[in-house]
C-alpha cells in the first residue's frame, strides 16, 4: 500500500505529491512549521490524509516543545494548533482532527508532561489506523453501487494518496474490482494542478486497474458516447443538507452526469461530514496562487498582467448527488435525514 505519509522518530514522512508521477520521493518533516508548509504547498494533500498530518504536525510540535509543566506547555500548543489550522480552510477533517487533539490535550492535562506528549503522538498514530479503516469499510459499502462493468469517471483525486491508504473514491473502485467487476476508469486530468492525471492515473496504474486520462472538458463527449455509467468523488467537506465541497470542476460534472442519467456517487469519511455547517453556501472555499494558472512546469503559460482566479474547490448541490458513501453506511436523498440517522448511527434505508 502505498504510504503517504507515517510517523517516524525523526519527524512525520510523506511522498512528495508534487514530484508525481515521474519521481517517488520522500520528504521527512522535523518539525510542525514544516508540515504546515507541506500542507499548504500540497506536498501532501486529500481532505483525510491533511486532517491526520495535521493531528501529526501537532503531535510533533507538542513532543519537541520546551515545556517543564502544563502551564507552560498549553500556549505552546495552541500556538501549533493554530498553524496548522490555518493551512487550507475548505478541508473539515483538518479542523475535526486539531478539534480531536485538543480534546485529548484536555483530558490528559493532569498528567506530567511527558505523559502529555506520548498521549498527543499516540493518539495521532491511532487516527492514522483509523483512517485506513475507514477507507476499507467504504470500499466494502460502496463497491456495490458501482457498475459490474464499463467506465466509471473520477475527478481529481481520492485515492491512497488522498487519504493515510486504500482512498476514498478509489477505495470504492478497489473494493468493486475485487469483488469481480470489470470496470475500467476514466480520470478527468483536473486542471489546475493536474490531480488526475498525475496522481489518480499513477496510483490506478500500480494497481494494474485500467485508466483513461481525458481532459476536463472531455467528460461529457464521454458520457454522450455510452463510454461513462457511473461517477465517483471524493469530498473535502460535506453540508448538513447534503452539498458537497470538492475539488473545482467536480460542480460541472455533476450537473452532466444529470443530464445523461448516470448516478454520481461521493465517498467520503464521517470526518468530512460537516452537520455544524448547514448548506453549500456557508462552505469557504480556499482560494490558490495564480501562479498556478499562468504557468506550467515553471513556462509561462498565460499573459502578463491578466486577471486570475482560481478556487480550489466548488460545491455541488445535493440535488445532484445519488449517494454519499461513508464508513458508516450510505446515505441517499432526503440528506438532512439520512446524514443525521448515520450520526447517530442508525441504519438508512437501502
Not at 500500480?206 to 464521454?222: C, E, F
Amino acid at each position: 500500500m502505498i504510504k503517504t505519509l507515517e510517523w517516524t522518530d525523526a519527524g512525520v514522512r510523506f511522498i512528495d505529491q508534487t514530484k508525481l508521477p515521474t519521481e517517488e520521493v520522500y520528504v521527512t518533516c522535523a518539525t510542525y512549521q514544516e508540515v504546515a508548509d507541506a500542507i499548504f504547498t500540497m506536498i501532501v494533500r486529500g481532505a483525510p490524509a491533511i486532517g491526520v498530518a495535521a493531528a501529526m504536525g501537532v503531535a510533533l510540535g507538542v513532543r519537541d516543545a520546551k515545556a517543564d509543566s502544563v502551564q507552560e506547555l498549553r500556549p505552546q500548543f495552541e500556538k501549533i494548533c493554530e498553524i496548522l489550522a490555518a493551512t487550507r480552510p475548505t478541508a473539515v477533517n483538518l479542523f475535526w482532527a486539531i478539534r480531536r487533539m485538543k480534546e485529548k490535550f484536555e483530558s490528559v492535562a493532569g498528567q506530567p508532561v511527558d505523559s502529555i506528549k506520548q498521549a498527543l503522538i499516540k493518539e495521532a498514530q491511532q487516527m492514522y489506523l483509523e483512517d485506513i479503516a475507514a477507507c476499507e469499510a467504504m470500499g466494502r459499502n460502496g463497491a456495490m453501487l458501482l457498475p459490474r462493468s464499463g467506465g466509471v469517471l473520477t475527478h481529481c483525486n481520492a485515492g491512497a494518496l488522498a487519504t493515510c491508504g486504500y482512498g476514498t473514491a478509489l477505495g470504492v473502485i478497489r473494493s468493486a474490482v475485487a469483488s469481480g467487476s470489470k470496470i475500467n476508469i476514466y480520470a478527468d486530468e483536473t486542471r489546475p494542478f493536474l490531480q488526475g492525471s498525475r496522481l489518480t492515473a499513477w496510483e490506478l496504474n500500480q494497481d494494474g486497474i485500467p485508466t483513461t486520462v481525458i481532459a476536463d472538458n472531455m467528460a461529457a463527449a464521454m458520457m454522450k458516447q455510452g463510454k461513462i455509467g457511473a461517477v465517483i468523488v471524493g469530498a473535502d467537506r460535506i453540508a448538513a443538507n447534503g452539498d458537497v465541497a470538492n475539488k473545482i470542476g467536480t460542480y460541472s460534472v455533476a450537473i452532466m452526469a444529470k443530464e445523461h442519467g448516470i448516478p454520481f456517487y461521493v465517498a467520503a469519511p464521517w470526518s468530512t461530514i460537516d452537520l455544524a455547517t448547514p448548506d453549500g453556501d456557508h462552505i469557504p472555499i480556499e482560494q490558490r496562487s495564480a501562479t498556478e494558472m499562468t504557468h506550467f512546469s515553471g513556462k509561462q503559460i498565460t499573459p502578463t498582467g491578466i486577471r486570475v482566479e482560481n478556487p480550489a474547490f466548488d460545491v455541488t448541490p445535493h440535488k445532484y448527488v445519488t449517494a454519499i458513501i461513508t464508513e458508516r453506511g450510505v446515505a441517499k436523498p432526503s440528506y438532512s435525514e439520512s446524514l443525521q440517522q448515520l450520526s447517530r448511527n442508525e441504519p438508512v434505508p437501502a
